[in-house]
């Protein structure tokens, strides 16, 4: 790549649904005071409630971003979008490699320079650039409003002159980042919390957050603080466990994901059939077809007089600190690129940008 003043282009995302944008006002300053210049596509921030004129006040250019030497977007360029791109650009945003081979094709023929946020290693110098863990934060805070939503009981206990109300009862599955955020909100809400997961040293985090840990004796604690594939007799035995405890809960939020395989089973419809008239469950996985046997993804129905909620891309319904927690990722990738003069200069000997970077403009 060359070492030329670094122009990094904004576009407006295309997703239906898609409300965030890869970058926000606050971190075009950031930028500029890098010597950066920032290409904004007019429109860009505005499902984030970020108009044009705040990216002007901040310094940045209101046009085309598909010239610019480094372009940054949140979801998976489309085909056109590709084609948008030159030769050599420098490319930043989820790319789903695992499970859209094609897109990573389309970015390699383009002789495209692609880093998947994704792909970002979880080691502790590159925490600031943890996209899927800001989103999954945003993602398990929102489930839980969701679950309160349709719910029909209330998460706290209540004292009234009528009576005691007992509080709800959440379970969580699944305990990664939206797992842990699932939890503590449904605590501020009020719920009597508990969570699960098959690797029992999160254990001790759960209880941190002033849950209860479900232990139904299966452990499958895998690399990279994933958990592993169960093996088909664990996971009928898990299932069988996990049957007669769902059907103690209110309130079941499942989280549970296995980097490019479809997502574990863990709600099966005997269990929803034995959950109380009322309860809800929020299925998180359904973009990799869920963890509840009755899902569908991106709606919401009613089986059993139970309500299973499917919702897809809950970060991009809170776009605007979504926006911003994904741009201080953005940014603290790109700037790991930069030169002492603001230029694009990557070292591919440093382990982030190296395991990250899935395409390297060979076309």
Not at 196 to 218: M, T
Not at 278 to 293: I, L, R
Request: proline share 6%; net charge negative.
């Amino acid at each position: 790549m060359t070492a030329d003043p670094t122009v990094v282009g904004v576009p407006r995302e295309s997703g239906a649904g898609e409300r965030r944008v890869a970058l926000v006002p606050k971190v075009v300053e950031r930028l500029r005071s890098r010597g950066v210049a920032v290409v904004v596509e007019p429109g860009a921030g505005e499902g984030a409630l970020m108009p044009d004129a705040l990216y002007e006040q901040a310094g940045a250019t209101i046009g085309d971003p598909w010239s610019a030497g480094v372009v940054v977007k949140v979801a998976p360029p489309t085909a056109e979008e590709i084609a948008n791109l030159k030769q050599g650009t420098a490319y930043i945003g989820f790319l789903a490699p695992l499970t859209s081979p094609e897109t990573v094709a389309a970015l390699t023929d383009a002789g495209i320079v692609a880093f998947a946020m994704e792909a970002i290693p979880r080691i502790s110098r590159a925490q600031s650039m943890d996209a899927l863990s800001s989103q999954a934060n945003v993602a398990g805070y929102k489930a839980v409003l969701l679950a309160a939503e349709r719910s029909t009981r209330f998460f706290p206990m209540l004292t009234t002159a009528a009576g005691t109300v007992k509080p709800a009862t959440a379970l969580v599955l699944g305990v990664g980042v939206a797992g842990l955020q699932a939890l503590a909100t449904a605590k501020r809400l009020g719920a009597r919390t508990t969570g699960y997961d098959v690797r029992p040293e999160v254990a001790d985090q759960v209880r941190s957050l002033g849950a209860q840990w479900l232990d139904l004796g299966i452990e499958a604690a895998g690399e990279g603080g994933y958990a592993r594939e169960l093996t088909e007799s664990e996971r009928a035995e898990q299932q069988k466990r996990l049957e007669d405890a769902i059907t103690g809960f209110d309130i079941v939020i499942t989280t549970a994901n296995v980097p490019g395989r479809k997502a574990p089973t863990l709600v099966t419809a005997a269990a929803v059939e034995g959950m109380k008239p009322g309860s809800v469950v929020v299925d998180m996985a359904g973009e990799s077809g869920g963890n509840c046997e009755l899902t569908v993804p991106g709606e919401t129905i009613v089986r059993h007089d139970v309500t299973i909620a499917s919702p897809l891309n809950l970060p991009a319904t809170m776009p605007e600190h979504a926006s911003e927690l994904y741009a201080r990722n953005v940014s603290a990738l790109l700037e790991l690129m930069l030169d002492e003069n603001g230029a694009v200069a990557p070292d591919w000997d440093d382990e982030v940008l190296a395991k990250s970077c899935v395409t390297r403009g060979e076309g």
